[in-house]
């Protein structure tokens, strides 16, 4: 499914202002960035705008700013941390207004080539676009700064906010071009092959604690996949819905009959639904959540009630893995486990180690799976790590992204 968007390859950004607006929105410790991942991916575009001679205006949140405007929530590290990637400076405007007078300033200043980063946008409530918030005025100011716009946002590109997608109302109505990025053109490419598109067989791997996360998820890639994994702490409910006991594991009891359904859809479309076979568990959850912890496996039908799943077991790692090394795409979205606690982390690092060691097209999205790939070394063997948490798992229940929706057509 080629995207048919209009992207910086089919405009020349020279002399022109291009605001880009970015996800990095990146973990940070004490100031310090820690996982650079959405700053790198976001490099093409940038050095593609710089060589055209355009003036590149970037933006971006960070974090929820839930108590207004802060320095903990500046972008400064990621001036600092993109001026040292592009090897040239990238002037960051700490204006809390986003869009003020030293902001106008520094855009009227700007060369051809110029790179600034402009303040974190949710330092304007405005940002989050909702009526009350008047979220058109901003993107009305964010459209002045510029000519053009790019959205290589992939991990907000499912939010509607005033810099992700209603800024492009005011850029067309100058006659702007509002293009994607290659980041998102990557993401949407792979997400969408995958799912539109897959190379057969397809199998989609769930994990993660809650089957409320995921309902719309496990829906739509029942109908596209031809198989189905399901870990993690949502495998309980829909081991629950075919009968079996699942004693102090999480479990939602208002979502059975909803499991109960999928199971019935799997059946009737003729899809491969898998659930563990065995799992690693205890007699409680580990507290703090990486706490030595006593565990033993059992068989799904011998959980007694004393004990909850805490992880998938070695059977079911094999009955996993072996599926995915049959596969010819393989999606994956959520841990298999309690995979902070070094002794329940297995069934997530098998999960990853099959996605490593398959020649199949291999995606993986979700914050947690993409930090557990990362930190085990296998980026580089996967086929896309999406850098969208939220935003893939969105894209991947078929639903619309505003971010992409407001781009325009080829
Ligand atoms: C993310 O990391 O999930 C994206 O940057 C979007 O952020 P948000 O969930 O705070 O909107
Ligand atoms: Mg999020």
């Known amino acids: 499914m080629a995207l048919n968007k209009k992207s910086v390859d089919d ?45 590149v205006i970037l933006c971006s949140h960070l974090g929820k700013v839930k108590e207004g405007p802060n320095e903990k929530e500046s972008l400064a590290p990621v001036a600092k941390a993109l001026s040292e990637k592009l ?60 000519d053009d716009y790019v959205c290589d946002a992939f991990g907000s590109s499912h939010r509607a906010h005033a810099s992700v997608s209603v800024v492009t109302k005011y850029v067309r109505e100058k006659g702007g071009n509002c293009a994607v990025g290659y980041l998102m053109q990557k993401e949407i490419d792979f997400l969408g092959n995958a799912v539109e598109n897959p190379v057969r067989p397809f199998v989609a791997i769930l994990g993660g604690a809650k089957v409320a996360d995921k309902l719309n998820v496990i829906n739509n890639l029942l109908e596209k996949c031809d198989t189905l994994i399901i870990g993690g702490g949502m495998a309980y409910t829909f081991l629950k819905a075919k009968g079996y006991e699942v004693g102090k594991s999480l479990l939602d009891e208002t979502k059975i009959d909803y499991c109960k359904e999928m199971i019935e859809k799997a059946e009737k479309l003729g899809k491969k639904l898998l659930l563990p076979i065995d799992n690693a568990v205890a007699a409680d959850f580990p507290d703090p959540i990486d706490a030595k912890i ?24 094999e009955l996993f893995a072996n599926e995915v090394k049959n596969a010819k795409t393989v999606v994956w979205n959520g841990p298999m486990g309690v995979f902070e606690n070094p002794k329940l982390a297995e069934g997530t690092i098998a999960v990853a180690k099959a996605l490593a060691e398959t020649d199949a097209i291999s995606i993986v999205g979700g914050g947690d799976s993409a930090a557990a790939v990362k930190k085990l070394g296998f980026a580089d063997k996967i086929t896309l790590v999406s850098t969208g948490g939220g935003a893939s798992l969105e894209y991947l229940e078929g639903r619309e992204m505003p971010g992409i929706t407001a781009i325009q057509d080829k």
């Not at 006593?294 to 790692?317: A, E, F, H, Q, R």
């Open 294 to 317: 006593d565990i033993c496996y059992v068989d799904s039908d011998k959980i007694t009630d004393d004990v909850m799943g805490l992880d998938i077991g070695p059977k079911t790692i």
């Open 11 to 55: 405009f020349n950004a020279k002399g022109r202002r291009v605001l880009v607006r970015c996800d990095f929105n990146v973990p940070l410790k004490n100031g310090e960035i820690t996982d650079e991942t959405r700053i790198v991916a976001a490099l093409p575009t940038i050095k593609k705008l710089i060589n055209d001679g355009g003036k």
């Open 87 to 146: 090897g040239k400076e990238v002037k960051f405007i700490s204006d809390y207004t986003v869009t003020g007078e030293a902001t106008t300033a520094a855009v009227n200043a700007m060369n051809e080539g110029d790179v600034i980063l402009l303040q974190n946008t949710r330092f304007r409530m405005e940002e989050e676009t909702k009526p009350e918030k008047a979220g058109e005025a901003f993107a009305k100011e964010l459209a002045d700064l510029c």
